[in-house]
């Protein structure tokens, strides 16, 4: 069989891991076998590595790479926006298809870089860009596709989840585990992106472009990350039988007006109180699992490893396979796979934040007064808002805790009524307010 060149830009975390497989063929699918690592891009051409092939197919320059006539397939694995963008579009130009796990770019230019690959007649593949090493981009573009999808939630960043498991059942320190998580190669080369939720949030809207097949403005999203979050909130929310979960949601949205042709989705990325008998309440470490509902199937979920270099190049090989086996099937036809290449067939939105419908859990700082509860459930009930519940915790220099469990309510419902108990002379503060499941 013919071998098929493999150009790797990038050689951290991911194309390590990339390399390690194709350079182990034995016991993996026979394609693997014909892989064959023709060019390696790297920053820093200085840095002591273990390399599993010859030196001589590093360069630092990523162009060598794409340009090489022997590469047939270019795997973008150095992260970023740019230069990573202009060289995807650069090895889409030179007619090869393109593996990426860069979910930063493709949030961002994934329409763009999607219609350079149609006009060049190739393929752009992103598995590993969401849920690391679990399969849920080729299950939304093919396995699903029978479904109208409802709704896409679920726990997409490995980094915040590895923190909140550890800190939840070890009581570790927020800034030792977060280290530990970047010398484990799961945090993103800035682990901002990790904590203030925005990596979820890059992740959530590549979902939602292939779950209800129109791309999403990426800068629209409300995201509040893991670092806005507070011990005591966690405390509290496991005294109630919740624990706490960085979530991203995507849901067909009821309350925005729209033309028949157009769908506003509510999508937001926000530390969540989970029950604890929800399925996502069990997703621990660096997994992550994103629950898929639809018509007529109901609810699946996916579970798996969401970082690392072993499960993400598993998810980069895939791709790498999908478009191999069509490259040795010798195919003439230039006509690209609808499914594999997942055009767009309809404009989605994000509707307006205020248009954001969930349950809500809220921490009040009130005066230790009697009625002081009383005068909050009033407000909430002029406003129309059923509590589910109302608990007043820690009561100490004359001042008390009260939380507020809504039922689901629009965020500009709760802004109201927030606004409104804002007033009360008896409360000093509303310190926390976050999604409940
Ligand atoms: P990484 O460990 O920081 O590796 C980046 C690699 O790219 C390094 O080898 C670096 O070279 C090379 N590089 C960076 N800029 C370059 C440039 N201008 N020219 C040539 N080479 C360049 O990153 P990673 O964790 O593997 O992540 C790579 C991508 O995968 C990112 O988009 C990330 O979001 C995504 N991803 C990561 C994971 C994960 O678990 N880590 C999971 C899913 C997706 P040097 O070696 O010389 O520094
Ligand atoms: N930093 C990302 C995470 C890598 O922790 O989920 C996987 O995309």
Redesign the pocket.
Known sequence: MKKIGIGL???????SGVASIINTPLGRHPLVAQLELIGV????LK?KRDLAFSESILT?N?LEVIENPSVQIVIE????IE?ARSLIIKAIRAGKSVVT????VIARHGYEIANEAKAAGVYVLIE??VG?GIPIIEPLKQSLGGNQITKVSGIINGTTNYILSRMDKEGANYDEVLKDAKDL??A??DPAADVEGLDAADKIAILSGLAFGGPIKRSDIPVKGINCLKSKDVDYAKRLGYVIKLLAISERNEHQTTTKDSLPLSVWVEPTLVPGEHPLAGVNGVNNAILVEGIPIGQVMFFGPG??SGP?ASAVVADILNIAGIKLMGNSNSNLDPLLSAESWRDCYVAEENKISKKNYIRLITDDTPGVIGKIGTLFGQRKISIESIVQFDASNLEAEIVVITHQITKGQLNEALSDIKNLSEVKDIAASMGCL
């Open positions: 830009l990038g050689l951290g975390t991911v194309g891009a790297v920053k820093d840095k630092s990523p694995v150095m992260g970023g230069p796990a860069n979910k930063a590993a860009a690391g190669g799961y993103e080369s970082a690392g993400t």
